[in-house]
């Protein structure tokens, strides 16, 4: 497998009105690895996702899909590319095994018919092959809506908030798919806000409101944010969190369980802060979570769109 | 890229087929605007409203009166000896035609002079004329041939003894009945075409499926032809629906070419087409392309001579009407349906719609993006 990145984009921007919802943003992905892309609501997620796929021309940056130019290349990309929307873009008013075949005369697959019996069997759906597309429940609309999307076999899988109210058993089939998927040299940008799935990839990005925060694997994550956390045990530990958080040097208190979590840029400073109730409860090092990082992030980013008007 | 678009049209095809609306629009729409109308196109009035002005009192116009009342056509006022009275009503509407019985009437038929007689239509309502026409006619002639006897028997031989002048206003081209029919193709066409079009782009856009259509391979002028031949196929079975109840229930004569018809109809249908395409651009929702439609309906069914009649426009609306292609097909159909038009005469209303298919496709195919936003 060649190591040229799969999908690599540099300063990519988009401007909607006077508004910029994709601010300079960079992105590479290494062939057959699984990027999470993580962000708060209107942060520029699928705005970002639309660009690399085609459906949005970026107002400034540049980039390669597969080593194919993003400007100039734009149908060859569509091609080898998969994409699922974040809303159900297939045709509710067709049947599923008439959805599948659609996707398949438009790619001009070979084998149309077995094709899409194929999926229907992996699907598990061969019995219900003629059941409206928008009569499945939302569990079942994601299965069909990735099936159609890697019925071509593209070498790009993009998929922007797959699981979204999704049950547990399903997303966990769900994962393991992309996975296997990934196994045989597929590449995938996943967006999510699912702090389990972000653990599920092999590396993430981070964007709130356009801006790139931060990318790499989790570890890279969560040393590059610098947070340092403490777990407190003890008698209602966890009521603590609000009154803790107004501390100087405390970035936030969360409650888990009867235990309370809190972290901070400097751990001196921590410590320091949860002092007074060092008597009662037992404040022991722990690992900043990703969930720790992402808020962090997130309420810094906040601040700078607020003053920046 | 035949394939894709295969795919489109085959896609469609099964949308509509499962749309129930659809269904109906295709059918059941032209056959109800044919009825409704149809009442019109093939109408025999009852109780029309007629004012007789009879000048000469004598008991040749009497028995006319009687016998036109007879008829059973007729509500009947008479307003004797009071000159202008009778266009009066006419003016306000509250009659429908006027038969006006000069002051030397009964001297002149009794001389064998053949005497006028005059009848005044209000012709906005073109359809009731002919048989208004007819009745009166008839009566006429029923309450002469009971009066002529003795002497003036040898009056009912040779030319009619009397002269009906029919004088239609308001309506100086007269269009009777059978105009209605290129008019409904017209207006049907239009509807399905035009609505029909643009609702079905914006219904993907709407409910999301447009952006996973994009991602794809598809090209945009792909979806396009792929949305555009399946209703296309609906108009070439509205035409026919409409023509077949036209031609076979109502006796609508056909004096001109079917080939040239259907040559000029297929025009007429890719303008729309085209306009459908181009609202769908300019809009963002199913709705407001619904709307959109009706704004260009509106116009079309008012101005296009469908309802009124061309001439009797004021210029300003002349000029739209210019604008709007139902206009030009509408003149089309009833040249070649009604006048027999060959092709010389048909080249220039049919290079104005060429014109509007240029234009309206350019705006289209330029502003049909292949992206989201
Ligand atoms: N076509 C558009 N026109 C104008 N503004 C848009 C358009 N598409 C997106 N936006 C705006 O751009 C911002 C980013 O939207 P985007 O959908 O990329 O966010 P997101 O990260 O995917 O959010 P979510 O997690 O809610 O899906 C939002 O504020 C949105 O309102
Ligand atoms: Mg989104």
Redesign the pocket.
Known sequence: MSKAPAISVRGLTKR??P?T??DHVDLTVMPGRICGFL????????????MICGLLIPDAGEGEVLGLDLSTKRRAIKHQIGYMT?KFGLFSDLSIAENLEFIARVYRLDRRKERVAETLEKLGLTSRADQLAGKLSGGWKQRLALAAAVMHEPKILLL??PTAGVDPQARREFWDQIHALAAEGMTVLV?T?YMDEAERCHEIAY?AY?VMLARGTIGEVIAGSGLSALQGEGPSADRLAAEIEQRPGVAMAAPFGTSLHVCGPDPVALRAAVEPWADRINFTPAEPSLEDVFIHLMRGATDNSVEAR | MWERIGAMIFKEVRQMARDPSTIAMMFFFPIIQLVIFGYAINNDPRHLPLVVEANDNSAFSRSIVSALRTTGYFDITEVAGSYGEADRLIAEGKAQFALTIPTDFARRLVRGERPQLLLTADATDPASTGPAVAAVNEAVAEALARDLIGPLAGRQQGPPPIDLVLHRSYNPEGITSHNTVPGLLAIILSMTMVALTSMSVTRETEQGTMENLLATPLRPVEVMVGKIVPYFLLGFVQVCVVLGFAIVVFEVPFVGSLGLLLAVTLLFTLVSLALGFTISTLVESQVQSMMASMLYLMPSILLSGFAFPYRGMPVWAQWLAELLPPTHYIRLVRGIMLKGWEWPLVLPESGKLVLMLLVLGTIAVRRYRDT??
């Open positions: 909607f009105g508004r919802v994709v962000g708060p609501n209107g942060s520029g997620k699928t705005t970002t996702l639309r974040q922007d908030e967006s806000h964007i356009g | 989201v936003a």
